[in-house]
Nanobody, 118 residues
């Protein structure tokens, strides 16, 4: 099982980025997917989570600016980030949780760096 996160980079404030999390060996369909971030010197925090039933929760700091989604055909999760702010600078990680009979499977992607700076 592998989660390959991509799409990070450097952008000036106010711009947009789209992060992707391509899954292999497991399906995003029927899974809870999440995006988390960790800034230097800070603990990892939840950015957005989509449950297996497509309920969505956002961190208050990104509501109205970020959108989490999944494409089951591409087996990929996305995080559309608009109106980026310097405080959004962090390493972003995708997470997948799938409940199977008798177990809960949890996986993390490797992280992709997002830097928002003028």
């Amino acid at each position: 099982v592998q989660l390959q996160a991509s799409g990070g980079g450097w952008v000036p404030p106010g711009e947009s980025l789209t992060l992707s999390c391509a899954a292999s060996g497991i399906t995003v369909s029927g899974s809870a997917i999440g995006w988390y971030r960790q800034a230097p010197g800070k603990s990892r925090e939840m950015v957005a989570v989509m449950t297996s039933g497509d309920d969505i929760v956002y961190n208050d700091s990104v509501k109205g600016r970020f959108t989490i989604s999944r494409d089951n055909d591409k087996n990929t999760a996305f995080l559309q980030m608009n109106r980026l702010k310097p405080e959004d600078t962090a390493t972003y990680y995708c997470n997948l949780v799938k409940v199977v009979p008798g177990s809960v499977l949890k996986y993390w992607g490797q992280g992709t760096q997002v830097t928002v700076s003028s």
